[in-house]
């Protein structure tokens, strides 16, 4: 049966690629650049939020300007792309797509120029609809933005339209645009939280499938 929402937007980091362990050994390279702590999967779930400045300020214990926090994303990414040949799709991401009837896009925070062989890579050519990610120098904003430019291109009406993301941002930005929202908690976002907001939520990517489809 199609659902009632046809189109199914994917997250990338977190979400469909689970490269949590990578990202915090990237953050804490950031860190350890300014003589920042050292931060846990666990203290990041609970505490990361965008824009990510904001998140560094708070974990450093001090204002984070715009040079500086341009030099901290640096390292970041210079740390995770040495990485990411480490890291696998989630371990149902391919089960769960194959089981929505409707069209499917990608949309990530993730430099659009390395996404897209990224998404190659792991052999999800023709998965998608549309690939989209993030196409400026420094990176760590919010998605909304990003996801009203993404179904403009695709010409979809949001009313159509389910976000499977790991993030409250994520939920954030579905909400902006009139989309509805399924929270992973496999991701880099606590669970307590997810459920905290009030948003369907999912153990796993097959879970979110199957509650995107049912949704109003």
């Not at 937007?9 to 949590?20: A, F, I, P, R, Y």
Request: proline share 3%; charged share 25%.
């Amino acid at each position: 049966m199609t659902p009632v929402r046809d189109h199914l937007v994917w997250d990338w980091n977190g979400t469909l690629l689970n490269d949590l362990s990578l990202i915090i050994a990237a953050t804490n390279a950031a860190f350890a650049s300014v003589g920042g702590p050292v931060v846990t999967a666990e203290e990041h779930r609970v505490r990361f939020r965008r824009p990510v400045v904001d998140y560094y300020a708070e974990v450093l214990g001090r204002a984070v300007d715009e040079e500086a926090f341009g030099r901290l994303d640096r390292i970041f990414h210079d740390a995770y792309r040495a990485g990411l040949t480490t890291c696998e799709l989630a371990e149902d991401a391919v089960t769960a797509m194959g089981d929505w009837s409707g069209s499917q896009s990608l949309l990530s925070m993730w430099f659009h120029d390395e996404l897209v062989p990224a998404v190659r890579t792991y052999g999800l050519d023709g998965r998608f609809v549309r690939v989209d990610g993030w196409r400026a120098a420094v990176g760590g904003d919010r998605k909304a933005a990003s996801l009203i430019r993404h179904l403009a291109h695709l010409d979809v009406d949001p009313g159509r339209v389910v976000l499977i993301g790991d993030s409250l941002d994520d939920a954030e930005a579905a909400e902006a645009v009139g989309a509805r929202a399924v929270l992973y908690t496999g991701g880099f976002t606590d669970a307590e939280r997810l459920r905290a907001s009030g948003h369907p939520v999912a153990t796993t990517l097959t879970g979110a499938v199957h509650l995107a489809a049912t949704l109003p």
